[in-house]
């Protein structure tokens, strides 16, 4: 299991993002990252097995500014996956398991396909997820075919232009939960990620559900 993270901020979301993502710490132990929408997408990952978050990214996130970020601890694979599609420019960040993830990746090869994050012959999860999604009209039914396709569960985190998609996993195995405090917005894995920041609960999503959540506050995108 990986621990992600977003917040939407009023002013430069970097600091909050950096704590918000350690606070998910214990729940992966290979990767960690943290993307950031400002003049454009910036991204940091670092290999944390035998480290510590905040080591590892004390000086990075000083250097990535706007309003709008993403971080996850990773269990596996390296994230954010940033991609440039017919959606523009987005970041993405994943929690969950793919049991069909070597059929899928072998399909998307057959229709022409390629990635780029590839180990040991293995594709990365989250970029499959991420090819998956761009085969739909628009994001959220990117992200509905994808729920479709594969067998097994993801949560995720989708950083664009338009804000964050926050997308629960249709089984309802991994929470995500969106926080508030002031004019200020964040979703997270665990509840107890941002009490020490002076967040509070606003909702759990539903499993399945999809939300946006940019400086407006959140708005349900599917039920």
């Known amino acids: 299991m990986s621990g992600i993270f977003g ?8 600091e909050d993002l950096f704590y918000g993502t350690d606070y998910h710490s214990h729940l992966g132990t290979q990767f960690a990252g943290l993307a950031v929408f400002g003049k454009d997408l910036q991204r940091k990952i670092h290999d944390i097995r035998g480290s510590q978050f905040k080591a590892k990214f004390h000086e990075d996130y000083k250097k990535i500014t706007g309003n709008m970020g993403i971080g996850v601890i990773s269990a596996k694979d390296e994230q954010p996956i940033v991609i440039n599609s017919k959606f523009g420019p987005f970041a993405i960040i994943t929690n969950g398991f793919i049991d069909n993830s070597a059929s899928l990746s072998k399909k998307l090869y057959r229709e022409g396909k390629s990635f780029s ?16 999604i761009i085969r739909g009209r628009n994001i959220v039914d990117g992200i509905n075919k994808m729920s479709s396709l594969i067998l097994g569960s993801c949560s995720l985190l989708l950083l664009n232009k338009d804000g964050i998609y926050a997308a629960r996993d249709r089984l309802g195995v991994t929470p995500l939960t969106i ?10 894995t665990e509840t ?32």
């Open 192 to 223: 107890s990620a941002l009490l020490n920041l002076g967040y509070k609960v606003v909702k759990r999503l539903e499993s399945n559900e999809i939300v946006l959540i940019n400086k407006s506050g959140f708005k349900v995108k599917q039920k």
């Open 179 to 188: 926080w508030r405090r002031g004019s200020d917005w964040a979703v997270t």
């Open 7 to 14: 917040v939407v901020s009023k002013e430069d979301c970097n």
């Open 117 to 132: 994050e590839v180990t040991d012959g293995k594709v990365n999860l989250t970029e499959l997820i991420a090819k998956l």
